[in-house]
């Protein structure tokens, strides 16, 4: 025979399941009408990109490239002051030095065990192709020195991030001119 204890947990246990249903359906339930809401907004903006589309005399099935998603919404006091859709301008862009490819392709790490003059021209294709200013191959330079190669760096001043006098310092010690 179960006590008037485990009855009254057992009752409680009950209810907590029924509250972690009745929960669950709640949240479904939420999440459902939201989805609704959002399917309701799309064909809203569907139904607005249609008629303006056939407002600028356009065929009805095709969709103007240029009508941004931030239409607005009919309001008799901008009707005639103000266009019924915005458009997105696309601004050439020039030509600047691209600071997305530095993180994919670095320029390989000299020890000097191999040929200066032949990492030298890797590294001038690597700063060529990822349009490196002056100062930028001074430091991509500095930072790929490994082992002995890095004691010439370190003799020189503790500012110096000049590509030019950084390549003159190697070029002597690793390549001389005899």
Known sequence: MASGGDRELDALYEEQEQLRIHNQRLRLESEISGLQLEMDYMDTRLRDRKRLSQGAGMKPEASSPCIS?????????????????????????????????????????YDGSGSWSDYKAHFDACSELKRWTEREK??????????QVQGVFGNLSKQCNDHTELVVALQERFHPPN
Do not use: C, F, N, W
Request: no cysteine; proline share 12%; glycine share 4%.
């Open 138 to 147: 001074g430091q991509y330079l500095a930072v790929s020195l490994r082992g």
């Open 69 to 109: 998603e931030h239409t607005r919404a009919p309001d008799p006091k901008y009707a005639e002051d103000t266009p019924k859709y915005v458009t997105k301008r696309r601004r050439p862009q020039a030509e600047t030095p691209s600071k997305e490819h530095t993180a994919i392709m670095r320029p390989a790490t």
